[in-house]
């Protein structure tokens, strides 16, 4: 009985060695009791020396298992140094076993590679007599195929070779004492759950990606069945179906005692083959499971890509560091170009009436066409909104090509910023670029006055009393101009088109940098006349002298452009005839014929006081265009007039025609501008002649 349970006591014994060591005890460390291992990476030399290389294989100090070393036409091994006893010595059958590892395919080339990994059961560590390339390390040109060679491999193969029988040059195959693959499949994997992906749920893969994969080769040696699994590391679990399975005893094939190891040959392109972490285990279907997380890195392709940085990476990073500097330097400098202004000393000092570019373009957002509020012959006029102060402005470009008196024009632009009146467009200042002086006007909503009294027929116009707001307004302004500054400005082109009406409809004149100043009683000669035919006092067209007699003149016509609804020059559509007509010749024969009123403008319909208005109105301007200078009253007899103040200077019933004479196409003389009604529009204002006339002459 003692001797029964020491027996059995013995037996207990006896399984417990068999019983492999459990895996925690393993970690990072080679088990020596013939059942199995792991490498979890190759970092430990106490272990490594149970790894057996040769040809170009070996163990790198990063912890790889490194088959291959980037040469040409070589091959490597690398074997467990210990034989596994692989048959059951009893029933002489071959038992199961169980390996998994990580490798990973480097190569030069994207897209081709040196030859592939095998892994080798075999007799022999060194596999003699083997061949490089095609033959992966295994066999020779006469030994393949041979059934005395006791091999069983599985190919990772990277190159198609017809010889071999390969589906293509990326398969995964079994190899039974040949190359030519018992079966063989495309490189991939089975997801698990395939009902959620196409194609069956097949994967593809690449082996000479270079990224690390997953290998698993399992035979049960009761079911004599030999499965080979494949998956990229991060795959988090083994896929259930197998990519290759073999239903195959190995009995025959294998001996007693056999070498586990890899085999892996270069052809001609460089190529690393790289074993990461392996794990073995004899009578067993499941072998350890790899740490990944402990698997050293894979290294880009050694010495030769490292040796591009210098010679590609280095030279195309410079270029692109010069690309971008110089695009920098480029985007700055057209920036610059692009809100380049020409200021010179002199110009200091108009310090606040200066604009800078920038905030202009901005202001009307790069001078965009929507903006845009018309277009003269020198330039157009945008609408725009500052933006500290989100003041509405009109911006005049003003193209100029000389550079001759423009001194002389900023500083009566800049004096004429310093004119305040509720009757006039307020100037804000300027800004000079390259050919090009840009005025800043307050933004007039209402647009121009010639808009609403030459607008189509049916279009909205202005009642009586709206009209004469604007005549005695325009009177007013023009007062200021003349007398009521510390210097005499004649504005020289008063029109219905230089007319603005601001939100309030009050009429404010524009335009007056065609005046000239004058220093209050100094009189003075211009040589240059400008102004507007039709508009033009008759020895202004004689003797191109401004004053401001001429502008009361003018502001005689407009007084009748207004009451009358016509233009000075206009076709008479009484007579059915397109003859052109001149507005005051009309308005004096009616006069003479005693019904002055029929001249008022159709759509003015009047009341009784309105027509007294309109008559005073009509008088003033036929006083004001009578073509004797001194017979014109001043801007101040003309506020007076039309305020009630005084009774206008009789007229006689009979009016002088000769006294009238309008002067439609005058005989210009040397130098005369034309400034013909601009095409102003929304709160235009017209800066078109005054440039014209002072920077073409340079004055
Ligand atoms: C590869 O290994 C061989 C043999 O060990 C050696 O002669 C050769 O220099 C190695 N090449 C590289 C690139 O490391
Ligand atoms: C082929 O390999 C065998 C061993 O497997 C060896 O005996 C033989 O010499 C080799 N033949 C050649 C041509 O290298
Ligand atoms: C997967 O590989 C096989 C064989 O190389 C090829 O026929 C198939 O088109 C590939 N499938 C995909 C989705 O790339
Ligand atoms: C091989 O894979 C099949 C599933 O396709 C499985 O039933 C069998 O147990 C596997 N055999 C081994 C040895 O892992």
Redesign the pocket.
Known sequence: MLLLLLLLLLLLFVTALLVPVSSSQQQQQTTNNELGFIYNGFHQSATNSLISTDGVAEITSKGLLRLTNETKQQKGHAFYTHPFQFKDPSTRLALSFSTTFVFAIATEIRDLSGHGIVFVISPSKTLPGSLPSQFLGLFNKTSNGDPSNHVVGVELDTIYSSEFNDP?D?HVGIDINSLASEVSA?A?FHVDDATAYN?GGFR?LSLISGDPMQVWIDYDGSKKQLNVTLAPIDVPNKPKIPLLSLSRDLSPILLDAMYVGFSSATGSVFTSHYILGWSFKMRSTEADAIDLSALPKVPRIGPKKKSKLPTIGVPILVAIFVLLTSYGIYYLVKRRRKFAEIIEDWELIYGPQRFKYKDLYIATKGFKEKELLGTGGFGSVYRGVLRGSKTEVAVKRVSHESRQGVREFIAEIVSMGQLRHRNLVQLLGYCRRKGELILVYDFMPNGSLDKLLFGPVGSATLNWGQRLHVIKGVATGLLYLHEEWEQVVIHRDIKASNVLLDGELNGRLGDFGLARLYDHGVEMRTTHVVGTPGYLAPELARNGKATKRTDVYAFGIFVMEVVCGKRPIFGAAEEEEEEEAVLVDWVVSCWNKGAVLQVVDPRLSGGSGDVKEMELALKVGLLCSHAVVNARPSMRQVVQFLEGDVAPTPLPANLDSSFYCGMPFPQFGEGFDHSYPSSSDRGFVSMSSVTDSILSTGR
Request: glycine share 16%; proline share 17%; no cysteine.
């Open positions: 293509n990326n495309p991939g194609n593809n």
